[in-house]
């Protein structure tokens, strides 16, 4: 079974940085993409980044050109970093890797942006 644990997150001001990061109990070559979703209360589930097994990136449109997403294969880890952060970008953020159409998740970890 395939494990995602996350972390970082936390408290930070507006316009400040945060990186939260995944790693997996497995080689994360073996999926066919990774990334990063998240779940604000009253809204739905959204992917905010996702990086391919090729190494393409890609991003919500409310984060481009603010987060980055990277990967270590090393410690199977991904990491996402979030700068200039908004007070929308609160929510708790889920980490997934995906095999086909098997999806795994993370437990998810809470960021929030408030001054």
């Known amino acids: 079974q395939v494990q995602l644990v996350e972390s970082g997150g936390g408290l930070v001001q507006p316009g400040g940085s945060l990186r939260i990061s995944c790693q997996a109990s497995t080689n994360i070559f073996m999926f066919n993409d990774m990334g990063w979703y998240r779940q604000a209360p009253g809204n739905q589930r959204e992917l905010v980044a996702s990086i391919n097994v090729g190494g393409r990136t890609d991003f919500a449109d409310s984060v481009k050109d603010r987060f980055t997403i990277s990967r270590d294969g090393p410690s199977n880890t991904v990491t996402l970093q979030m700068n200039t952060l908004k007070s929308e970008d609160t929510a708790i953020y889920y980490c997934?890797?995906?095999?086909?159409?098997?999806?795994?998740w993370g437990q998810g970890t809470q960021v929030t942006v408030s001054s």
């Open positions: 997934y890797a995906r095999v086909l159409r098997t999806h795994y």
